[in-house]
């Protein structure tokens, strides 16, 4: 089947009790029995939840995966995949990324004998020279906010050389514009509560596998640990999925206009947006996904002239996360990667003035008024 309507049909079936078209919200926590070890596949919400299952199926099919499991946010989607690492293994990770993946790798993990160590992964041959042996290849591509690209073939090829699995977090690209299971990636994961939801309603995350082996397992953690995805939620999401493609095929159109917008403002400084064709990694992308998306960040130079534009805008809402249907914008050094010193954000080019913005599926031409009104602030 073709991408749309695996959005909108994998995993679906219309209820056999009604013939509702739509999944049913199975909101119970557990589930009768017909007599001792006699049930009807289903035993107890955590283990088993209708609901959550037909989503599973459904980010499965759009991933290209044998298998999914969802939980009750990204980061515990993050945690359930770190699992595969064991005490004692290593763990490299590409040097720009979410800061609650850094977070949870540097203050929490860590503390239970994995190592974890950050590497620039734009170049495969030079992380291949450096990296020494590991266990798990951790990526994001475009990376969040500075939007370096990956060649996840080519890392792909590198870990697997070590015996060790490549996880890509595709949050910023969805399954519509890339697929990094077919690119030799052994995991994705995704923040659900972004793009794949698409309407900043639902808080989940998701890990899609192409080993059985490491369905088995996630799937035993996600019951195990209990981090799950909830009824309600997993039909959020499924009921986003379903707009999937017409909501990214907008979310581009406007970030490419907002993108050239802002590129032509003498405001600002610098601009990451993986569709200019000098954007670093530019070819790298275009080789490994249909599209550029519409996650830009660009550099205002200093901390008050974000803030002087940050004040001044209407319709583009400073708020924390992004992939919305409503256009979000952000300050990394004081949101999504507060948590670094100040040193470590400067060394990673996340500056004072760099700001993100998530563009949504409004009239662009009104996000561009209102971009120009903030800029003129500045």
């Not at 030799?184 to 900043?200: C, E, P, Q, R």
């Not at 009104?366 to 120009?372: E, F, Q, R």
């Amino acid at each position: 089947m073709g991408f749309s309507t695996d959005c909108i049909h994998a995993g679906q079936e219309p209820d056999p009790s009604t013939g509702a078209i739509i999944t049913p919200i199975f909101q119970t926590s557990t589930y009768v029995q017909e007599g001792i070890g006699q049930h009807k596949g289903y035993e107890y919400a955590r283990t088993q939840n209708p609901t959550r299952r037909a989503l599973e199926k459904n980010l499965a099919a759009l991933e290209g995966g044998s298998d999914a499991y969802c939980y009750a946010s990204g980061m515990a989607a993050t945690n359930a995949v770190l699992t595969l690492v064991k005490q004692g293994q290593r763990v490299v990770v590409s040097d720009n990324v979410y800061g609650g993946t850094w977070r949870l790798f540097t203050k929490v993990l860590s503390n239970y004998g994995v190592a974890f160590e950050f590497l620039e992964a734009s170049d495969a041959a030079e992380l291949d020279r450096r990296a020494g042996d590991f266990q798990m290849l951790w990526i994001e591509t475009p990376t969040n906010p500075l939007m370096k690209i990956c060649d996840v073939a080519a890392l792909a090829a590198v870990a697997k050389k070590r015996g060790a699995l490549l996880v890509v977090d595709n949050t910023f690209m969805s399954p519509f514009f890339q697929r990094p299971l077919g690119l030799g990636a052994d995991i994705v994961v995704h923040s659900t509560t972004k793009f794949l939801n698409g309407h900043s309603d639902s808080v989940g995350g998701v890990a899609v596998v192409r080993d059985p082996a490491h369905a088995d397992w996630l799937r035993y953690v996600q019951n195990a640990a209990g981090a799950i995805l909830s009824p309600f939620d997993s039909w959020l999401v499924l009921r986003g999925t379903k707009t999937l493609a017409l909501r990214m095929q907008r979310h581009e159109e406007n970030g490419r206009r907002v993108a050239h917008f802002l590129r032509e403002q003498g405001k600002v400084r610098r601009i990451f947006w993986p569709g200019f064709a000098d954007h670093p990694g530019h070819q790298v992308h275009k080789r490994q996904a249909t599209g550029f998306g519409s996650m830009i960040s660009f550099d205002l130079g200093d901390r008050a002239a974000a803030d002087r534009l940050l004040r001044t805008l209407t319709l583009c809402s400073l708020g924390e996360s992004l992939g919305g249907i409503e256009t979000l914008i952000s300050h990394p050094a004081t949101m999504t990667h507060a948590g670094y010193t100040q040193a470590e954000r400067d060394a990673l080019g996340i500056g004072d003035g760099l700001v993100r913005i998530s563009v949504g599926c409004e009239d662009v031409e009104d996000l561009i008024a209102d971009l120009s009104r903030g800029l003129a602030a500045v």
